[in-house]
């Protein structure tokens, strides 16, 4: 496949699109899927893609809120700097996800840093088209708010975390539920199709890298897991996930055509 086509798979057909090819994103994102070819073609004509590096800063806390985000290709991520200077990551946005979407609704700055994890393209939408299409689409104005809402149990349920679980458990529940999100079976166990570092799985969980370290050590001591070059794999996650009283995820055989990014991110905003 040559660079710049992208393949997805919709029922049992494969799909294929330009990298640039605004108006195939925009007509399967949840949000616009049942707009007419016209409006679709109109919502395109007014966003603009653009592609950032790895590392490149999206938006900054205090930014003006103007516009809301399509991640076409490449992974996102939210994250505030509390007071003493530690990253606090709020969220993974895969591709086929919006982000950015307060915009709509607050005119002043930006909460949250959004950073590049790797090369990444995506479609920028004015928040003013965002409101009108709101206004004269109900289904439009019904997603924006679905979507709120479920960021708002996301909060929810990692604060209960944070605050009664011990710091293996909020590892263990993270380790399951990257598995659920990006978990393919092999041979060995479940392995997570994400690579993290020590430092961002402790700013997800709430913890120090110090302690994410001896828990990952602990775990892979007792055979839960295997750590290669800072790849995860899950060889109990049935044992995992009964530890912490979590349903077990439902994971696919590794195959070159699952979308692996076939779930939206559950740690965020």
Known sequence: MSEGIKSFRIGSSRVYCGMEDKFWYLKNCPLFEKLSERHVQELESQSRSRTFVKGGMIYMPADHGESVYLLTSGRIKLYHITPDGKQTLLAFIEPGEIFGELAVFDAGG??????????????????????????????????????????????????????????????????????????????????????????????IIGSTRETVTVVLGELQAEGSIIIQRRQIILTQIERLARSIEMGVPNIPVDSPFINRNRRPARYGV
């Open 110 to 203: 930006r909460e949250e840093f959004a950073e590049a994890m790797q090369k990444s393209t995506l479609i920028k939408i004015p928040k003013e088209v965002i409101q009108r299409y709101m206004e004269q689409h109900s289904e439009v104005a019904l997603g924006v708010t679905k979507l709120m809402g479920f960021r708002r149990q996301r909060i929810e349920r990692r604060l209960k975390s944070l605050l009664f679980r011990s710091n293996r458990e909020r590892l263990v529940h993270l380790l399951v539920e990257l598995a659920d999100q990006y978990g393919t079976r092999i041979s060995e166990g479940v392995r997570l199709g994400i690579k993290l570092s020590h430092q961002e799985l402790a700013s």
